[in-house]
C-alpha cells in the first residue's frame, strides 16, 4: 500500500512541471533513438559482410575431403580417387531444410594466356545452372554474359585481369595446368564475360569456367569433385549446420564440413570487432548519458527542495524519498524508451530499406577487409541490441539518480522548507 | 681465359641441374685441389652443343608416368620436344635467353611461361622447369669448401660444400656434391634449405661413356617430403659438341 502510494506520488511529481520532465524525456528517448540507430546500421554492416563475404564466390558453408582445405591438392577429391556419387550426395546434403541449395566446384591453379601474355590464375568450375543460386558472381557482369550449358568452352573473368592480359568478350585464350595425372592439361577456351566484383583477388585472378570442361583440363573423371559449397536459409545457423553435416555425411564418405567463420578467420574477427566497437560505443554514449541525466535529476531535486522537505516534515523518511526519486526516474525511463522506441521505428525501417548512400553520386564500391560492401550502407535490426541498450539506458538513468536520491534524503526539513 | 669463354657459353643442359655451368672460381680462397674437382665435374657436362635422347620416368602414388624427349642446346638456348607419350608427343619448352616457351600442340598454342611458374613441378615430376632448362653458376653463384673425404659404402669419395655467396639470388641454402674420388664423377647431390633441411636429392649411376666423356647416365630425382615418389632420368644418348643450326631455336618454329 505504501509503495502504491509512493508510484502515484512519483507519477504526480512527474507531471508537476511538465517542461522539465519533457526535456528529460527528451534527451533519454534521443539517447535511446541514437543508440538504436548505432546498433541498427553496426548490425547491417556485419549482415552486408558476411553476406557478400560469403555469396560472392566462397558460400556459407563448405564441404571437402579431409585434408583439402586449405592447400586445396588437386587430388584430394571428395570419396578419393574414386570420386563420388555427386547427385546423391547433393541430395543428401539438400534434404537438410536448413539449406537453400548445394551446388558442386572443382578447382585448379593455371596459367592464362592470350596472344603473348599469361597470367598465373585460379580455376574455378561450377554448374552454370547451380552456381547461381548460392553465389551472387552471375549477377556482376560488367561485359558479356555469365556461363551457360550451352557454351561448355566459355569462360568468365574479372575486368582486372581482362585489361591486364588485354582480351575482350570472345577473345580466345588457352588454359595451361597440371592435370590430376602429372600431363600438361591444355585447351582453347572462349571468354564469355567478363564480371566486376570489386574485389581485387577476385577481379584480378579468378576465371570461371564450367565445371565439366574443369574436370576435362585436369583429368578428373566426372564423378571426382572437389568441394560442395552451400547457401543457407539463415546465415546465423552455419556453424550448426555445418556440424550436422558433418556427421550426417561422414556415414557415407570421411568428409569435412566447414562453415564461413573457420573458411574466412578475417571475416569472423571483422564480425568480432564490429560487436565490439558498437558494445565500447554503447558504453562511451552510457558514460554520457549519466553525466547528462545526473545533471537533470539533481538540478530537479534541487528545483523541488522546499516541496521535498515540506514531505520530509510530514513524516517522510529518508528512505522513502529515495525510493520516491528513484521510481520517478524509472517512470521517466520507461517512458522516454516508449517514446524513443517509437520514433525510432520508421527510422529503423528507413535504414533497412534505403540504406544510408555512401558512395553519392559516384556510385562507387566500398570495400572492406577484403570485402566489398557497396556504396548503400543498409541497417539490420538487432532486437538484442535493442533490449541491451534500453536496459542500459535504464540502468544508467538509475544510477545517475542515485546521488540527487542521497542529496535529497539529507536535506534537513527545517532548512529546506523556507527555501524558495 | 677457357673459362671466361665458359661462362657465356657454357651449355645448361637438362642433366646437368646446378652442375652444369661452372662460372671462373673468382677467389683464391677455396683451395686449388676443391676448386679443380668441382670444375672437373662441371666441365663433364658443358659443351656448346648437345643434343640428348632422354627417358623420364615419374613415379608416385598417383602410379607411373614415362616420358620420352629430345633436348638440344646451344649456347644459352635450350628446346626440350617430347617424343612420347602419344598424347603428349609435340610438346615442347624453349628457353630463349631469360623468357621461356611452352609449344601445347593440343591447342596448338605458343605461351611463354612467367617466371614464377618456372620453379614448380614440371610434367608432375620432381624436376622443375627451371632446373630443365635454367643454367646455375655453380662457382659464381656458391663458395665451395671441402666437407668430408673418404668412403662411403666402400667407394673412396669427396664430398663438397656449396654454401650461397651473399649477393646470390639462388633457392638453396646449400648444395652437397659428393664425388667418386678415382675418376672424378658425380654420385650424389643434395639440396638443402635455409634451415638446412634436406629438401631434395640428386642420385647419379650408370656411368657410360658418351661422346668421348665418362658421364653418369642415369639420375634419380627424390623430394624429401614425398616419401615413395621419385623422378628418374636416363640418357639413352647425349652427343657434345655437335653441329646445331641456330634455326633449331626459332619461337615460330616450334610448331
Given at each position: 500500500m505504501m509503495s502504491e502510494r509512493l508510484l502515484q506520488l512519483a507519477w504526480r511529481n512527474l507531471w508537476r512541471n511538465p517542461r522539465r520532465t519533457f526535456i528529460t524525456m527528451a534527451a533519454i528517448a534521443f539517447g535511446y533513438t541514437m543508440l538504436l540507430f548505432v546498433a541498427c546500421l553496426m548490425a547491417g554492416l556485419r549482415w552486408q559482410m558476411i553476406e557478400n563475404g560469403t555469396c560472392l564466390v566462397m558460400s556459407q558453408v563448405q564441404v571437402h575431403a579431409p585434408g583439402y582445405y586449405p592447400n586445396r591438392s588437386i587430388q584430394k577429391t571428395l570419396g578419393g580417387r574414386q570420386g563420388t556419387d555427386v547427385g546423391a550426395m547433393l541430395a543428401t546434403i539438400t534434404a537438410d531444410r536448413?539449406?537453400?541449395?548445394?551446388?558442386?566446384?572443382?578447382?585448379?591453379?593455371?596459367?592464362?594466356?592470350?596472344?603473348?601474355?599469361?597470367?598465373?590464375?585460379?580455376?574455378?568450375?561450377?554448374?552454370?545452372?547451380?552456381?547461381?543460386?548460392?553465389?551472387?558472381?552471375?549477377?556482376?557482369?560488367?561485359?558479356?554474359?555469365?556461363?551457360?550449358?550451352?557454351?561448355?568452352?566459355?569462360?568468365?573473368?574479372?575486368?582486372?585481369?581482362?585489361?591486364?592480359?588485354?582480351?575482350?568478350?570472345?577473345?580466345?585464350?588457352?588454359?595451361?595446368?597440371?592435370?590430376?595425372?602429372?600431363?600438361?592439361?591444355?585447351?582453347?577456351?572462349?571468354?564469355?564475360?567478363?564480371?566486376?566484383?570489386?574485389?581485387?583477388?577476385?577481379?584480378?585472378g579468378?576465371?570461371?569456367?564450367?565445371?565439366?570442361?574443369?574436370?576435362?583440363?585436369?583429368?578428373?573423371?566426372?564423378?571426382?569433385?572437389?568441394?560442395?559449397?552451400?547457401?543457407?536459409?539463415?546465415?546465423?545457423?552455419?556453424?550448426?549446420?555445418?556440424?550436422?553435416?558433418?556427421?550426417?555425411?561422414?556415414?557415407?564418405?570421411?568428409?569435412?564440413?566447414?562453415?564461413?567463420?573457420?573458411?574466412?578467420?578475417?571475416?569472423?574477427?571483422?564480425?568480432?570487432?564490429?560487436?565490439?566497437?558498437?558494445?565500447?560505443?554503447?558504453?562511451?554514449?552510457?558514460?554520457?548519458?549519466?553525466?547528462?541525466?545526473?545533471?537533470?535529476?539533481?538540478?530537479?531535486?534541487?528545483?523541488?527542495?522546499?516541496?521535498?522537505?515540506?514531505?520530509?516534515?510530514?513524516?517522510?523518511?529518508?528512505?522513502?524519498?529515495?525510493?520516491?526519486?528513484?521510481?520517478?526516474?524509472?517512470?521517466?525511463?520507461?517512458?522516454?524508451?516508449?517514446v524513443g522506441g517509437a520514433l525510432s521505428v520508421p527510422l529503423l525501417w528507413y535504414l533497412q530499406v534505403h540504406g544510408l548512400d555512401l558512395g553519392g553520386a559516384t556510385g562507387e564500391v566500398i570495400s572492406l577487409a577484403g570485402v566489398v560492401v557497396g556504396h548503400l550502407w543498409y541497417g539490420r535490426q538487432d532486437f538484442p541490441a535493442y533490449i541491451e541498450a534500453a536496459l542500459g539506458l535504464a540502468a544508467t538513468t538509475l544510477v545517475s539518480a542515485l546521488y540527487p536520491a542521497w542529496r535529497a534524503a539529507h536535506f534537513r526539513p527545517t532548512e529546506a522548507i523556507r527555501q524558495v | 681465359?677457357?673459362?671466361?669463354?665458359?661462362?657465356?657459353?657454357?651449355?645448361?643442359?637438362?642433366?646437368?641441374?646446378?652442375?652444369?655451368?661452372?662460372?671462373?672460381?673468382?677467389?683464391?680462397?677455396?683451395?686449388?685441389?676443391?676448386?679443380?674437382?668441382?670444375?672437373?665435374?662441371?666441365?663433364?657436362?658443358?659443351?656448346?652443343?648437345?643434343?640428348?635422347?632422354?627417358?623420364?620416368?615419374?613415379?608416385?602414388?598417383?602410379?607411373?608416368?614415362?616420358?620420352?624427349?629430345?633436348?638440344?642446346?646451344?649456347?644459352?638456348?635450350?628446346?626440350?620436344?617430347?617424343?612420347?607419350?602419344?598424347?603428349?608427343?609435340?610438346?615442347?619448352?624453349?628457353?630463349?635467353?631469360?623468357d621461356i616457351w611452352y609449344y601445347l600442340p593440343k591447342s596448338n598454342r605458343t605461351v611463354k611461361i612467367p617466371a614464377s611458374m618456372a620453379m614448380t613441378s614440371w610434367m608432375g615430376s620432381d624436376f622443375t622447369i627451371d632446373d630443365l632448362v635454367k643454367e646455375t653458376f655453380l662457382t659464381r653463384d656458391y663458395s665451395i669448401s671441402t666437407f668430408f673425404e673418404g668412403k662411403r659404402g666402400g667407394v673412396a669419395v669427396e664430398e663438397y660444400t656449396l654454401t650461397?655467396?651473399?649477393?646470390?639470388?639462388?633457392?638453396?641454402?646449400?648444395?652437397?656434391?659428393?664425388?667418386?674420388?678415382?675418376?672424378?664423377?658425380?654420385?650424389?647431390?643434395?639440396?638443402?634449405?635455409?634451415?638446412?633441411?634436406?629438401?631434395?636429392?640428386?642420385?647419379?649411376?650408370?656411368?657410360?661413356?658418351?661422346?668421348?666423356?665418362?658421364?653418369?647416365?642415369r639420375l634419380v630425382m627424390r623430394a624429401a617430403d614425398k616419401a615413395g615418389a621419385q623422378t628418374t632420368i636416363e640418357y639413352e644418348d647425349v652427343a657434345f659438341d655437335v653441329p646445331i643450326s641456330p634455326g633449331t631455336f626459332s619461337l615460330p618454329d616450334l610448331k
Open positions: 536448413r539449406i537453400y541449395a548445394a551446388a558442386p566446384r572443382v578447382y585448379g591453379y593455371g596459367l592464362l594466356s592470350a596472344a603473348h601474355r599469361s597470367a598465373g590464375v585460379e580455376l574455378m568450375g561450377v554448374v552454370p545452372d547451380e552456381e547461381p543460386r548460392i553465389t551472387i558472381l552471375n549477377g556482376q557482369m560488367a561485359k558479356g554474359n555469365y556461363l551457360t550449358a550451352r557454351m561448355p568452352k566459355g569462360v568468365v573473368i574479372g575486368d582486372k585481369l581482362a585489361s591486364t592480359i588485354g582480351i575482350k568478350v570472345s577473345s580466345e585464350i588457352v588454359l595451361l595446368t597440371q592435370a590430376a595425372d602429372g600431363s600438361m592439361g591444355n585447351d582453347i577456351y572462349t571468354v564469355a564475360g567478363i564480371f566486376h566484383s570489386g574485389l581485387d583477388a577476385v577481379d584480378r579468378l576465371v570461371l569456367m564450367s565445371l565439366s570442361s574443369l574436370q576435362e583440363l585436369l583429368h578428373l573423371a566426372p564423378a571426382r569433385i572437389h568441394e560442395v559449397g552451400i547457401k543457407l536459409n539463415d546465415i546465423t545457423a552455419a556453424t550448426t549446420v555445418a556440424a550436422g553435416l558433418q556427421v550426417q555425411l561422414d556415414k557415407t564418405l570421411p568428409v569435412r564440413a566447414m562453415a564461413w567463420p573457420e573458411l574466412a578467420p578475417e571475416l569472423a574477427s571483422y564480425v568480432q570487432f564490429n560487436r565490439g566497437i558498437t558494445f565500447v560505443l554503447f558504453f562511451i554514449f552510457f558514460l554520457l548519458a549519466v553525466i547528462g541525466v545526473m545533471n537533470t535529476m539533481l538540478m530537479a531535486v534541487f528545483e523541488r527542495t522546499r516541496e521535498l522537505g515540506m514531505l520530509m516534515a510530514l513524516g517522510m523518511r529518508p528512505i522513502q524519498v529515495i525510493v520516491l526519486i528513484l521510481t520517478e526516474a524509472a517512470g521517466l525511463t520507461v517512458a522516454s524508451l516508449i | 681465359m677457357t673459362f671466361m669463354r665458359w661462362q657465356k657459353r657454357s651449355v645448361a643442359m637438362f642433366l646437368g641441374l646446378a652442375l652444369l655451368s661452372l662460372a671462373p672460381m673468382s677467389h683464391a680462397a677455396e683451395d686449388q685441389h676443391t676448386r679443380e674437382t668441382v670444375e672437373r665435374v662441371a666441365r663433364l657436362f658443358s659443351s656448346k652443343s648437345s643434343i640428348a635422347t632422354v627417358k623420364m620416368e615419374i613415379s608416385n602414388e598417383d602410379g607411373q608416368r614415362n616420358l620420352s624427349m629430345k633436348i638440344w642446346s646451344l649456347g644459352e638456348k635450350v628446346l626440350v620436344r617430347i617424343s612420347s607419350p602419344q598424347d603428349e608427343a609435340g610438346t615442347a619448352i624453349l628457353k630463349l635467353g631469360s650461397p655467396k651473399p649477393e646470390a639470388a639462388v633457392v638453396w641454402g646449400k648444395i652437397i656434391l659428393q664425388i667418386r674420388q678415382a675418376d672424378a664423377v658425380p654420385t650424389w647431390q643434395g639440396f638443402y634449405d635455409e634451415g638446412g633441411q634436406l629438401v631434395r636429392e640428386l642420385t647419379f649411376s650408370e656411368y657410360k661413356p658418351m661422346s668421348g666423356r665418362l658421364i653418369p647416365t
